[in-house]
């Protein structure tokens, strides 16, 4: 069983894990109008944050949002916040220039992609991770981050999509 912490403190992820060279499952998000997103099977980055409504996640969806604006893979951020308080925070920050999605409904994404955490304060919602995947669907980059409370490593994650 995979693991990350939450300040300090061991907290174990359920789902399946998947790796560099896996392919990506294909599963659906709900968008802020309520229509399916689709992750998996295409070229992505797929950023995974608990929610919104935390500093940390908020600032790191607003460095993505900068550094994608000129990208040419779909750049989607995914967390268990309510697609209409996704919608809401996307308006407030001005985030146009990827996509966010929410796996409230059934923790597809969480647990196929082995990022739902399994224990402790955070139970039930989504770890920090980020995955990029190439036009086959196969994941090139994959980091969990050790620390829940902490931003990803945004060199390597926006090199993994140049």
Same mark, same amino acid.
């Given at each position: 069983?995979?693991?990350?912490?939450?300040?300090?403190?061991?907290?174990?992820?359920?789902?399946? @894990?998947?790796? $560099?060279?896996?392919?990506?499952?294909?599963?659906?998000? $709900?968008?802020?109008?309520?229509?399916?997103?689709?992750?998996?099977?295409?070229?992505?980055?797929?950023?995974?944050?608990?929610?919104?409504?935390?500093? $940390?996640?908020?600032? @790191?969806?607003?460095?993505?949002?900068?550094?994608?604006?000129?990208? =040419?893979?779909?750049?989607?951020?995914?967390?268990? =916040?309510?697609?209409?308080?996704?919608?809401?925070? %996307?308006?407030?920050?001005?985030?146009?220039?990827?996509?966010?999605?929410?796996?409230?409904?059934?923790?597809?994404?969480?647990?196929?992609?082995?990022?739902?955490?399994? =224990?402790?304060?955070?139970?039930?919602?989504? %770890?920090?991770?980020?995955?990029?995947?190439? =036009?086959?669907?196969?994941?090139?980059?994959?980091?969990? %981050?050790? @620390?829940?409370?902490?931003?990803?490593?945004? @060199?390597?994650?926006?090199?993994?999509?140049?």
């Amino acid at each position: 069983m995979a693991t990350t912490s939450l300040k300090g403190n061991l907290v174990n992820l359920a789902g399946t @894990e998947i790796n $560099v060279g896996d392919k990506a499952p294909i599963v659906n998000v $709900v968008a802020q109008d309520l229509s399916d997103i689709q992750i998996g099977g295409k070229r992505q980055m797929i950023i995974v944050v608990p929610s919104l409504d935390t500093p $940390v996640c908020a600032a @790191e969806t607003r460095k993505f949002n900068e550094e994608v604006a000129n990208s =040419d893979t779909e750049v989607v951020v995914v967390s268990m =916040d309510l697609p209409f308080a996704s919608g809401r925070f %996307c308006t407030t920050e001005g985030i146009e220039n990827l996509k966010v999605g929410s796996d409230f409904r059934n923790k597809d994404l969480a647990n196929a992609y082995g990022v739902l955490i399994a =224990d402790g304060a955070l139970a039930g919602v989504t %770890c920090r991770a980020v995955f990029v995947t190439d =036009d086959q669907g196969v994941v090139t980059y994959k980091e969990i %981050c050790p @620390e829940i409370t902490q931003e990803p490593n945004y @060199e390597a994650a926006l090199s993994a999509i140049n």
